[in-house]
Every structure is written in structure tokens, then in C-alpha cells.
């Protein structure tokens, strides 16, 4: 058994030339090479992390992405991953090899980087934010319950060829993530309510329309799949992973 997770990921003001054929020599064809040589050598199953951008960057409030969606990737990160998964799927098709795709949502947990840090870094410093009014929903996925789901595909008799979304298993709002981070810090949100659309046409005018998407947007995930075909269930509540969190962020 394998279980391939790394990537080409999080390449902010990329320079190459071409950002796409970068991202196709490490998501698509290192996964392929890789899972050519474990096919060659009698392996079984491959478990395969790809990316929730493998079905796009967003839904409408109350519309969760699902497992068996038609994929629309958006950017190069993730139109290298869907490709990876069509190599994959055609792979097994010719080996007999087994594959198993996760689509995790933002993972988090102790040693977080990136916007999630940066949260926990204002909300720490006590920073006014003005996030009190999103009204979004995003699904996110604590690392450890990404690692129970990954442990459950490895053996499963209903995982095999199977493609899984994973999260929590409870969306939140911007606001109602700030809230409860900084009760896991020990520390107030303070949080104004600023209108969603004022902040995203602010956001809009300074060329940061990502950011405010990212703050302001909806992403979610309907994890009914992997709940029905493998019995499964987040065992880690987000409070307790918050707190998880939290405390490797306050001893770093």
C-alpha cells in the first residue's frame, strides 16, 4: 500500500514561466511515475491525496460540493490534480492496482501556516477585525481527522476506486471560526460587523478580490459519501482541534 501526498502547492507570486507545466511535473507526472513503479512492484492500493480545487474554488451557500461532481479546477494547482486523478483512474484500470482519492478541504492543525496562522496571529494581538457579519460557510478538516479517514481507506474493502471529499463535518462561518479560535486561545474575537459585500467591494477597489473571496466566500462539502460507503465519522470535534491548534501556535 501507498499512500502519496506530496505536491507542488501553495506557490504564492508564482514566477515560472508557465505555472502549469511546473505544476504538471510534480502533481501529475511524479504521481504517475510513482504509481507506475508501485503497480510494478505488486502493490495493491494507492491512496491518493488530491485537493478539493479538483472541483472548483467555491459554492453557493447551502450547495456543498460532492464526491461524484463533475470536476471544474479553476487553477493550474488544481487542473494538475484532477489530471493526476484521471492518470490514476486509467492506471488502475490497466493494473488491477487499487485507487483510493481524497479530496481534503484547508487542513489545519498544530504547525498551520498561512491564512489560518495569520488569523490566530490577530486574534492574539487583540487586532480589531472587521469579520463580524460573513454569513459564509466553509468546510475544513483537522489534520487528524484527515489522518483517521487516510487509515480507514487503507484496508477497506468499500474504498477501493473510490474518490472521498473530507472535512469536520460542520461548516463555519468567517466570523464563527474567528469566535471560536479565540476561545481556544483564550482570547476575545474582537470583530466588527462590516457587511460582507462593503468588504469584498473594498477588497475588489485594492486588487485583493482572492482574499476577500477566501474570507467572505463559501466553500462546502457534502462528506455524505464517505459517511455511507465507509462508516465513517470526523472523531475529532473542531473546538477540541481548535484547541489542538491553539496550543502548538501559543508554545511556537
Known amino acids: 500500500m501507498v499512500v502519496h501526498g506530496a505536491a507542488r502547492v501553495h506557490v504564492m507570486n508564482d514566477t515560472a514561466a508557465d505555472p502549469l507545466v511546473e505544476f504538471r511535473k510534480a502533481n501529475v507526472d ?3 511515475s510513482l504509481a507506475k513503479q508501485a503497480a510494478a512492484a505488486g502493490v495493491q492500493r494507492f491512496i491518493f491525496i488530491s485537493s478539493i480545487k479538483v472541483n472548483g474554488e467555491g459554492t453557493e451557500l447551502g450547495h456543498p460540493y460532492r464526491a ?3 470536476p471544474d479546477p479553476q487553477d493550474p494547482y488544481g487542473i494538475s490534480k484532477m489530471e493526476a486523478e484521471q492518470g490514476l483512474r486509467a492506471l488502475a484500470s490497466e493494473t488491477g492496482m487499487e485507487v483510493v482519492i481524497i479530496r481534503p478541504v484547508l487542513v489545519y492543525g498544530p504547525g498551520v501556516k498561512a491564512n489560518f496562522r495569520s488569523m490566530m496571529s490577530w486574534l492574539r494581538k487583540g487586532i480589531p477585525l472587521p469579520l463580524g457579519a460573513t454569513g459564509n460557510k466553509r468546510s475544513l478538516v483537522a489534520v487528524d481527522n ?15 476506486n473510490q474518490t472521498f471529499l473530507v472535512s469536520d463535518g ?3 462561518s468567517t466570523t464563527q471560526l474567528l469566535q471560536r479560535m479565540g476561545k481556544a486561545l483564550g482570547r476575545p474575537a474582537r470583530l466588527l460587523p462590516v457587511p460582507a459585500s462593503l468588504l469584498q467591494a ?5 486588487g485583493k478580490r482572492a482574499i476577500a473571496q477566501r474570507l ?9 459519501k ?7 465519522a470526523p472523531p475529532v470535534s473542531v473546538d477540541d482541534a481548535l484547541r489542538k491548534t491553539a496550543r502548538a501556535f501559543e508554545a511556537g
Open 226 to 232: 464517505t459517511r455511507e460507503l465507509l462508516g465513517w
Open 30 to 32: 511524479g504521481t504517475l
Open 202 to 206: 473594498g477588497a475588489a477597489v485594492l
Open 216 to 224: 467572505c466566500g463559501s466553500l462546502q462539502v457534502d462528506i455524505g
Open 68 to 70: 461524484d461532481d463533475t
Open 170 to 172: 460542520e461548516d463555519l
Open 146 to 160: 484527515l489522518v483517521d479517514l487516510i487509515v480507514t481507506c487503507i484496508d477497506h474493502p468499500a474504498a477501493a
